[in-house]
Nanobody, 121 residues
Framework: QVQLVESGGGLVQPGASLRLSCAAS????????MGWFRQAPGKERGFVAA??????TYYADSVKGRFTISRDSANTVYLQMNSLKPEDTAVYYC????????????????WGQGTQVTVSS
């Protein structure tokens, strides 16, 4: 069915910006929520941001004011990351929400492959 294809990760210095993209591949689809999660080595995968089909947004406290989630008419989802910190270093995943709270990984049924974001001086 639908595949989520991510791009935009990389190695940047503290204070820099990155823009991640997640595009539906194979066919277009409409979903209630799309989300971004991240996982650092040795840690649990955690919520970053989510967006509804109407454009309502939700953020983890750790990224609020620095990150912006958005989506376009083709259901491509973006994560604009500004003022990046070393603590933001992780593999970032986009995901399609299925049911349950948007804040939990178990609520999502389709995941991208992940893209590495490294913030280091």
């Amino acid at each position: 069915q639908v595949q989520l294809v991510e791009s935009g990760g990389g190695l940047v210095q503290p204070g820099a910006s990155l823009r991640l993209s997640c595009a539906a591949s194979g066919r277009t689809f409409r979903t209630d929520f799309m989300g971004w999660f991240r996982q650092a080595p040795g840690k649990e995968r955690g919520f970053v941001a989510a967006i509804s089909k109407y454009g309502s947004t939700y953020y983890a406290d750790s990224v609020k004011g620095r990150f912006t989630i958005s989506r376009d008419s083709a259901n491509t989802v973006y994560l604009q990351m500004n003022s990046l910190k070393p603590e933001d270093t992780a593999v970032y995943y986009c995901a399609n929400h299925d049911s349950g709270s948007v804040y939990y990984t178990r609520s999502y049924d389709i995941w991208g492959q992940g893209t590495q974001v490294t913030v280091s001086s």
